[in-house]
């Protein structure tokens, strides 16, 4: 069965600070993974996604992830933080048929000044 | 946006009694899922569908049960309802089952089950 690791339930950054999120996975097929982002109150939002075309993913608003097969890592990184990153942030990894996915139990993001 | 909608969007409500979410889509998806969100537990499905009348089980379904009469409504009742189903309710929707296919969020239900 396919999972996903989020280290980490909070992590505080300053602004223009280096952003770092976790994930790991397990999964005993080619994993296809992806990002998600959680604003107040809001649904979730793609972020990005790792479908095995290139191991670095760029997705929206700065943020990338590399798929490291050897770590069974796809971290979240940002080069500068910024206040309006502030959200909870969701690693899923696809399960099975039907486009299901399973996700991480989330990192919540602070940005302070 | 992708056109999803979910009604209501705050809902309290009694132990014991039944309640019926629901989820509106307008963009002719075929897949339509429902997750709850709890904290330390992230997204965890409860059902999901796979074309009109066409369900199945997530993760965490017991409890609940759903209905697809048409492709953009998407019914998830909670029969009798109980405190353990205080949660924020999700509806997502996708356009393909492949592996890459990523899925859309509605806004999302608050359900208080006192």
């Known amino acids: ?113 | 946006d992708a056109g999803i909608t979910q009604s209501p969007r705050h809902k309290v409500t009694e132990t014991g009694t039944p309640v019926t979410l629901r989820c509106h889509q307008t963009e002719n998806h075929r897949y339509m899922y429902w997750y709850r969100q709890d904290p330390g537990h992230g997204l965890r499905l409860i059902h999901y569908s796979y074309g009109v009348k066409d369900t199945d089980k997530g993760e965490v379904s017991d409890g609940y049960s759903v209905s697809r009469s048409k492709t953009e409504d998407f019914l998830l009742t909670l029969e009798s309802a109980t405190s353990s189903q205080t949660s924020v309710y999700f509806c997502a929707i996708s356009e393909r089952g492949d592996s890459y296919n990523e899925q859309f969020f509605g806004p999302g239900t608050r359900l208080t089950v006192l």
């Open chain 1, 1 to 113: 069965a396919q999972s996903v690791t989020q280290l980490g339930s909070h992590v505080s950054v300053s602004e223009g600070a280096l952003v770092l999120l976790r994930c790991n996975y397990s999964s005993s097929v080619p994993p296809y993974l992806f990002w998600y982002v959680q604003y107040p109150n809001q649904g979730l939002q793609l972020l990005l996604k790792y479908t095995s075309a290139a191991t670095l993913v760029k997705g929206i608003n700065g943020f990338e992830a590399e798929f490291k097969k050897s770590e069974t890592s796809f971290h979240l990184t940002k080069p500068s933080a910024h206040m309006s990153d502030a959200a909870e942030y969701f690693c899923a990894i696809h399960t099975g048929t039907a486009s299901k996915l399973t996700f991480g139990t989330g990192t919540r993001l602070q940005v302070t000044l």
